[in-house]
C-alpha cells in the first residue's frame, strides 16, 4: 500500500501540520514579491500631465496598486512593478494616458 | 431524544438544523432538492439562524460556501449528479485549503441519457480530491453521519471538508423512523467552529492559495493526505463517541462488519442496497454458506486496514459495485483490489447502475453463483486482472 505515514500523536502532528499550512498556503502582500514585474511590460503607460484632470480613477483602477495619487493631485506610475496592462489608460475620462511602446 | 418518520433528505436537514450551520447556500438539483427546501422552511420560521443564499450555479454554491468557511463559519451546501460534476473545480480549491465544509451528494446516475434514480458514479467520481466521502445506508445513518461529519471535518488533526452521500429515492425519499437528539446535548458536543485552519477578515491582508513554487504545490497535497490518514482515527472515535453519548448506535467506524470477520467468502458494498444485501446474505448464512457482508462506510480515507483483518482468512472477496470505471473495472472493485488483492482473490460484479432494481434475490443469485464458481475451481487460480467481471441486470435487445 504505501503508507508511510502512521500518526503517533494525532492530535499534535495536526496542530503542527496546520501551522505549516497557514504558512504555505496564505501569502502576505508585499511589494515586488514576485520581482519587479515592470519588466513583463510591452506597452508603458504615460501620463498627459497637461491634460490630466486629476481625478484619481487610474488610482482606483490600477490592479497592481502602482499608480501613487497624492488627494486631488498628480498621480505618477511606478514603472518598476507596472506590467502595462494598459487598465488606466483605457478608464481614464480625459485619455490623459497613453501607451507607447516599451523601448522607444 | 426525539423519534420522528422522516424521508433522507429531511433527516440531513435535522442534522443540518442541529448543528446549527451559519450559511447555507442552494441550487435545485433532483433528488437533492428537498434538503436546501427543508432547510429554507426552517431559516424561514426561524428554527436555524442561517444566511441562506441562493446561488446561479453548484459551482457558485460551492465557491460561496467555502468563501464563508474561510471567513469562519460552519457551513453547508447539497448536491446530486451533474450538480456535483459542475463542483468539481472548487472541490480541489475547498479541499485544498483545508475548510471544514459539510455537503450531501444525494447520488444519481450522470447522463447520458438523463435519469434520476442512484448510482454510485457522481459521489466516486470526486474520490481524489481530498474530501472525506462517506456513504449511508438507512435514513438514520444519514442523519447520523451527517451530524458526525461535522464533528470530524472540523476536528484539528483532520480540518478536511466531508460529504455524506445517500443513496437517491431509495433513502432520499423513503421515510423510516429516526432517533434524534435534543438540540441542547448536540450543541455541547458539537460547539460553534473554530476559526481554523484560518480566518478572512477586515483588516487583515492576506491572500488563499497565490500563485506558489512547485514545491509547495507538493506539500500542501502532503499536508492533506497526512490529514486525511489522521482522519482514521477521528471517524472511529467519533462514530464510538457519538453512540455512547447520545445512547444510539456505533456503526464500527470505516465498515460495519455483518458476519464478515472469519467467513470463507466476503461480499463487500456500500450504499443503501446494503440492507437488501444483508437479507441475502442472511438466507445464505441459513442455508449452510459461511459468507459475511463488510458494507464500505466510508469511500475516502478507504479503510484497507479493515478489508485486510476481515479477509484475512477469506478464500475469496466479491465486490458488488454500482460505479465502473469504463476502460478498467468496477471503481470500489479496484479500490478493494488494491488493499487484498495481493491476498486473496477479488471478484467483481457491476449491477444497479441508472437505478436499475437489484433485490435481495438479486444479491441471493450473484453471491450464491459466486460461492458455487469458486468451490467448483472455476474462478480459482485467476489472478487481477485477468479475470472476468460481469454485468448484471443488463437489458439487452
Given at each position: 500500500m504505501g503508507i508511510v505515514y502512521k500518526p503517533i500523536d494525532p492530535e499534535k502532528e495536526g496542530i503542527e501540520d496546520l501551522e505549516i499550512l497557514s504558512e504555505k498556503l496564505l501569502s502576505k502582500p508585499s511589494p515586488g514579491s514576485a520581482g519587479k514585474t515592470g519588466t513583463w511590460r510591452l506597452y508603458k503607460p504615460r501620463i498627459l500631465v497637461d491634460k490630466c484632470i486629476k481625478c484619481g480613477i487610474c488610482w482606483l483602477y490600477c490592479p497592481e496598486d502602482t499608480i501613487a495619487w497624492p488627494y486631488r493631485g498628480l498621480p505618477s506610475i511606478n514603472y518598476d512593478y507596472c506590467k502595462g496592462c494598459g487598465i488606466c489608460a483605457n478608464v481614464c475620462p480625459v485619455n490623459a494616458i497613453e501607451m507607447i511602446l516599451e523601448g522607444e | 431524544m426525539a423519534r420522528r418518520v422522516l424521508m433522507g433528505n429531511t433527516a440531513v436537514a435535522e442534522a443540518v438544523r442541529l448543528a446549527g450551520v451559519q450559511v447555507v447556500t442552494a441550487y435545485p438539483i433532483t433528488p437533492q432538492t428537498v434538503i436546501v427546501e427543508r432547510i429554507a422552511e426552517m431559516v424561514e420560521r426561524g428554527e436555524l439562524k442561517a444566511r441562506y443564499i441562493r446561488v446561479e450555479s453548484e459551482h457558485s454554491a460551492l465557491a460561496l460556501v467555502y468563501g464563508a468557511a474561510a471567513g469562519g463559519a460552519r457551513a453547508f451546501t447539497a448536491t446530486s449528479s451533474h450538480g456535483l460534476l459542475y463542483m468539481y473545480e472548487m472541490l480541489w480549491w475547498v479541499a485544498g485549503s483545508r475548510l471544514p465544509i459539510v455537503m450531501a451528494v444525494v447520488t444519481r446516475s450522470i447522463g447520458p441519457p438523463w435519469g434520476l434514480h442512484s448510482d454510485h458514479h457522481d459521489a466516486l467520481t470526486?474520490?481524489?480530491?481530498g474530501w472525506i466521502i462517506g456513504f449511508a445506508s438507512s435514513v438514520q445513518e444519514a442523519f447520523d453521519m451527517t451530524l458526525q461529519a461535522f464533528k470530524i471535518s472540523e476536528d484539528r488533526r483532520v480540518m478536511l471538508p466531508a460529504m455524506v452521500a445517500l443513496e437517491g429515492f431509495t433513502l432520499s425519499h423513503t421515510a423510516e423512523p429516526v432517533e434524534m437528539p435534543d438540540e441542547k446535548s448536540v450543541s455541547e458536543w458539537l460547539p460553534p467552529r473554530e476559526p481554523l485552519p484560518f480566518k478572512i477578515e477586515p483588516g487583515k491582508a492576506f491572500a488563499v492559495g497565490n500563485t506558489g513554487p512547485d514545491e509547495v504545490t507538493m506539500e500542501l497535497k502532503w499536508l492533506a493526505w497526512r490529514a486525511m490518514e489522521r482522519s482514521r482515527f477521528v471517524i472511529r472515535e467519533t462514530d464510538l463517541e457519538y453512540a455512547k453519548r447520545f445512547g444510539l448506535r456505533s456503526y464500527g467506524g470505516l465498515v460495519e462488519d455483518v458476519y464478515a470477520k472469519g467467513s470463507d467468502y466476503v461480499v463487500v458494498a456500500m450504499g443503501a442496497w446494503c440492507g437488501d444485501l444483508k437479507e441475502a446474505v442472511e438466507k445464505l448464512r441459513g442455508e449452510g454458506y459461511r459468507v459475511g457482508l463488510l458494507r464500505i462506510r466510508y469511500f475516502r480515507p478507504f479503510p484497507w486496514e479493515e478489508l485486510r483483518e476481515v479477509s484475512q482468512n477469506a478464500k475469496a472477496v466479491l465486490v458488488i459495485d454500482r460505479a465502473v470505471s469504463i476502460g478498467h473495472r468496477g471503481i470500489l472493485g479496484l479500490e478493494v483490489s488494491s488493499a487484498i488483492g495481493d491476498r486473496v482473490p477479488v471478484k467483481n460484479v457491476i449491477a444497479g447502475i441508472g437505478g436499475v432494481d437489484t433485490g435481495p434475490e438479486d444479491f441471493y443469485s450473484i453471491v450464491k453463483t459466486f460461492i458455487e464458481e469458486y468451490e467448483s475451481g472455476s474462478i480459482e487460480g485467476w489472478s487481477i486482472p485477468e479475470w472476468y467481471m460481469p454485468w448484471m441486470g443488463v437489458v439487452s435487445k
Open positions: - | 470526486v474520490r481524489d480530491t
